[in-house]
């Protein structure tokens, strides 16, 4: 039980164009998901919490306008980054915290390695 | 939130049993102790959680001392394909918490 999928697992864009990418819980409600990106050999980095039915909370220096997260369900969230350059590729991530369980332990999917040419 | 520091890198042969140790000083008194493991590419996984003492599942152990300021993860006989790297995070049960990732250490297991 608990997993998280993403989709698509990875994408090479043009520079000026859209991405969006999926997270879902397959068999779990999560109110609340988590976006991060990781860039080669550090660290994951937060780039916002997604809440269900309510706007995104982004973490300082992340450009909201720019990430747009949507969590339209309890198990879908979705982060579009918005006229992408070569400087947002990276390996995205997302989590997602189980709606019914009290520690904190947090699902990863398995990211999406998002490439800009 | 509390600050995790951990050793960068880590190295060991198989068989070993491995320690890594993460300091938290700054750890509350509701704060959970949480490794993950993750291969390249691939998102981390949860290894192990625990409030104090020990800990221990089928894959680690996790001590915890009274003062909660470090943790320690053990691993029993590595192999291989334990090269990953680590990551110790601390953060409240329950609720919605956000975790931040510290800069976690790469466990590289030699033959």
């Known amino acids: 039980g608990a997993v998280v999928s993403q989709h698509p697992s990875w994408v090479i864009c043009k520079s000026g164009t859209s991405v969006k990418i999926e997270c879902r819980s397959l068999?779990?409600?999560?109110?609340?998901m988590f976006w991060y990106r990781q860039f080669p050999k550090q660290s994951l980095m937060l780039m916002a919490t997604?809440?269900?039915?309510?706007?995104?909370?982004?973490e300082q220096g992340v450009e909201k306008d720019k990430f747009l997260i949507n969590h339209a369900s309890l198990t879908l969230s979705t982060l579009t980054v918005t006229s992408a350059h070569p400087e947002d590729s990276s390996f995205y991530i997302c989590?997602?915290?189980?709606?019914?369980?009290?520690?904190?332990?947090?699902?990863f999917g398995p990211g999406t390695r998002l490439t800009v040419l | 939130l509390a600050k995790t520091t951990q050793p960068i890198s880590m190295d060991s042969y198989e068989g070993q049993e491995v320690n890594i140790t993460c300091s938290h000083n700054?750890?509350?008194?509701?704060?959970?102790i949480t490794w993950y493991q993750q291969f390249p590419s691939q998102g981390p996984r949860f290894i192990i959680q625990?409030?104090?003492t020990k800990v221990t599942n089928e894959v680690a152990s996790l001590f915890i001392p009274a003062d909660r300021k470090s943790s320690t993860l053990s691993l029993p006989r590595v192999s291989l394909s334990d090269t990953a790297v680590y990551y110790c995070?601390?953060?409240?049960?329950?609720?919605?918490?956000?975790?931040?990732f510290g800069t976690g250490t790469k466990l590289q297991v030699i033959p």
């Open positions: 068999d779990f409600q999560a109110t609340t």
């Open positions: 995070l601390v953060g409240r049960s329950g609720g919605y918490q956000k975790v931040t």
């Open positions: 625990g409030y104090k």
């Open positions: 989590s997602a915290r189980h709606d019914y369980q009290s520690y904190n332990e947090q699902f």
């Open positions: 700054n750890i509350a008194t509701n704060d959970y």
């Open positions: 997604s809440n269900e039915g309510s706007k995104a909370t982004y």
